[in-house]
């Protein structure tokens, strides 16, 4: 619980202080307030829809999935 707490205190810091950086709309903390484009506000960084966002989101999960299946087939834990 701490860690999400975390990213979602850093995602909001991050994303006002690196709004300029074209990369930074890859990070999953800058992508974790879907409910600001339902709710009709701007996105944190331009160039960033409800679809994107959602795609990014789903990259980082899978590349999650992979690790963590690497690591508990690596030790043995099934």
């Known amino acids: 619980m701490g860690i999400m707490l975390a990213a979602l205190i850093s ?6 202080m690196v709004s300029s950086w074209e990369s ?4 999953f903390m800058v992508n974790l307030r879907l409910t600001s484009y ?3 506000m701007a996105p944190p960084i331009d160039g960033m829809t409800l679809s994107f966002s ?6 980082w999960a899978l590349v999650a999935l992979i690790i963590s ?3 508990f087939t690596k030790r043995d834990v099934y």
Do not use: D, P, Q, R
Request: avoid cysteine.
């Open 11 to 16: 995602g909001a810091i991050l994303s006002s």
């Open 24 to 27: 930074a709309k890859y990070l």
């Open 38 to 40: 339902v709710s009709g």
């Open 54 to 59: 959602m795609t990014v989101l789903a990259i």
């Open 69 to 71: 299946f690497y690591v």
